[in-house]
């Protein structure tokens, strides 16, 4: 069983930047690819990044360069740092990992953008 939390949302205006933490349990992580997701307010989820357990990181072009995930495998913890925000951001933010042939999801933090 793995339990996923996510935090660091809130509300900030146009350009500020926030970071969001997902902190796993249960499992050690590590070699499994960890993402974050956003749903919009009346909108379907949506993928927003990728890390795998090698490092390596992929990128919706919707946040390619303002947005950076990365991982502290012994904190057993996965971030988003994001920069630049827009508007258009604003969502609720969930990080996923597929394990052992089974999706876990955490619960989501509100990111508001707003002037």
């Known amino acids: 069983q793995v339990h996923l939390v996510e935090s660091g949302g809130g509300l900030v205006q146009p350009g500020e930047s926030l970071r969001l933490s997902c902190v796993a349990s249960?499992?050690?992580?590590?070699?499994?690819?960890m993402r974050w997701y956003r749903q919009a307010p009346g909108k379907q989820r949506s993928w927003v990044a990728t890390?795998?357990?090698?490092?390596?990181?992929y990128y919706a072009d919707s946040v390619k360069g303002r947005f950076t995930i990365s991982r502290d495998n012994a904190k057993n913890t996965v971030f988003l740092q994001m920069s630049s925000l827009k508007p258009e951001d604003t969502a609720v933010y969930s990080c996923?990992?597929?394990?052992?042939?089974?999706?876990?999801w955490g619960p989501g933090t509100q990111v508001t953008v707003s002037s």
């Open positions: 249960g499992r050690t992580l590590s070699t499994y690819a």
């Open positions: 890390i795998l357990g090698t490092g390596s990181t």
């Open positions: 996923n990992v597929d394990y052992l042939s089974r999706e876990y």
